[in-house]
């Protein structure tokens, strides 16, 4: 199986209360093609510009993600965005965004980013979407977006989650999208709309799954599933946990074969937990670049056991 | 097995985007002693005024909750909060208070009060609280407070938080007492004050559960488990929801014999998650009054299903 994901690749200057960097690697694509390198074969597609060096490339490369179409253009800036988090890690402040090449950015995808077998679509502005969900016909897509593309490009925005499988954004952005306040009522009018699962990011809260399938679980013949994020006493930088959420969740899907069923899509969303509970640990992809497999499975198992009513592991001493 | 708890026993006024009451019963010991009644034996202890009527008493009892200790006061008003919700559904705004009553509440509890296996001391002034506490030798004791008592009152609501064996408040408030932003040091600094358990409610996002116990959980040596609020469509009045949650935990706990076994403690969770979601589906305690102990289990069951990663039942046509 292989993953197209297309969207930022990008430099980012973050401050938070543990600490700041002034320029990082970082982006949507960047941080969901880490977390997904881990379960499957992942190619990210976007423009970058000089100041994107060969160091940057390598360590894609060190994780396997393949990066022929990350394309480089020559007298170019690649994205920037400068944020600050304060108190609350839960609320990101925009000081800076510096498009660069990302404001000519027309999507052409080679034929083997077209060939994906699931796709997504991370945060970038909903007709470019649009357009290279329409170059790929991957039988599994998922989007990301964002406050802004729902206050400006609604209508293309709304386009777009009709052509995709699975929304993937903030609760806040599930309600202000449909204009429904409650979030299982706005879940299901996203379903109306074209998708058949929704995954609404909390934050520290963790995430839940709505799905259409016919289930047990909800009055609405669909199906429910919640996990807490991962607690830590340490969290550093929140910067990219969403799109690590998002490279854990798709990148298991198609790492296991594209399996849709309830009880895969429950694992993924474990995955997407815990590789958005290392990414948070250290600044930018500091941590996820060291992962290794062992750890992600280590702490999948304890996420496992902290969220289980019955048959709890004896404990230790 | 028998619980007392001491609390407002109020009458509410509220307006939510779904309707609104002028004048409800309510108050925390109401709300959970309604909520414990499916659960053990319930002795709320509090004053009322000549306003509180016969009716009021016996929808108490017609859930068999011991009325005994509900004290009239002759010329006394009973405790009466208005308030209304807008959109955000998990904001409370507070529009008026009187005190009434509890104004000039001593607590001063009968031997049967006394001799509960289980203590609950809702959201009141700490000193009072303490004073309950030092007459009940109760072998588990929870408190609830709210950020007023905390800007007011802290150190004695510390000495209180320090004589209890679990606290249950919103997150917000368990980094505000501790001053600590990371919500898994906040709950370690409140055990190191005493309390073996602390649950923090999280509105709509659930609740969580942190133990001192040894566990294979997290990096302290604790425990941690975590339920997200069971998916609802229709949330028409949130007032009392997280009294509601506290007396299907603390109800559940005494029912089974005060088993405070990780296993146990994590029913509990999932009782008194139900019987928050059941508490908002109405106005005040409409919902819960007319509730019955299957309704419970049956969502209890649709809880569990939507929580766990493996052995999912068979899916519905």
């Given at each position: ?77 690649s994205f920037f965005w400068r944020g600050h988090y304060d108190f ?14 990302f404001g000519e950015f027309e999507p052409k995808l080679s034929d ?137 969740f798709f990148g298991y899907l198609d790492g296991t074969g594209g ?59």
């Amino acid at each position: 199986m292989a993953l197209t994901v297309v969207g930022s690749i990008a430099f980012d200057a973050v401050k938070t209360p543990f600490g700041e960097r002034e320029r990082m690697l970082g982006g949507a694509a960047v941080h969901f093609s880490l977390a997904a390198s881990f379960f499957t074969e992942v190619r990210p597609v976007g423009p970058v510009g000089d100041d994107f060096g060969d160091e940057h490339i390598g360590l894609l490369e060190s994780r396997g993600i393949l990066t022929e179409d990350i394309e480089r253009v020559e007298g170019g800036q690649s994205f920037f965005w400068r944020g600050h988090y304060d108190f609350d890690l839960n609320v990101a402040h925009t000081d800076d965004t510096q498009l660069g090449v990302f404001g000519e950015f027309e999507p052409k995808l080679s034929d083997a980013a077209k060939a994906a077998d699931t796709l997504f679509l991370a945060n970038i502005q909903p007709d470019l979407q649009r357009q290279v969900r329409a170059q790929c016909g991957a039988g599994f897509s998922g989007l990301d977006s964002m406050n802004l593309w729902i206050e400006i490009a609604k209508d293309s925005l709304l386009a777009a989650v009709g052509e995709v499988d699975c929304l993937v954004v903030n609760d806040a952005e599930i309600r202000m999208l449909t204009g429904e306040s409650n979030l299982a009522r706005a879940a299901r009018a996203v379903m109306d709309m074209g998708p058949r699962a929704v995954v609404a990011k909390r934050g520290e809260y963790g995430a839940a799954l709505f799905t259409s399938e016919p289930g047990t679980d909800t009055g609405d013949g669909g199906t429910f599933f919640a996990l807490p994020g991962f607690p830590l006493e340490d969290v550093r930088d929140p910067t990219g946990a969403g799109d690590s959420f998002a490279g854990g969740f798709f990148g298991y899907l198609d790492g296991t074969g594209g399996d849709l069923d309830e009880a895969n899509l429950r694992r993924a969303m474990g995955y997407g937990t815990v590789l958005a509970s290392f990414n948070v640990e250290e600044f930018g992809t500091e941590r996820v670049a060291r992962l290794g497999r062992e750890e992600i499975d280590e702490r999948f198992e304890a996420l496992r056991r902290m969220t289980q009513f019955e048959g709890l592991p004896a404990r230790r001493d």
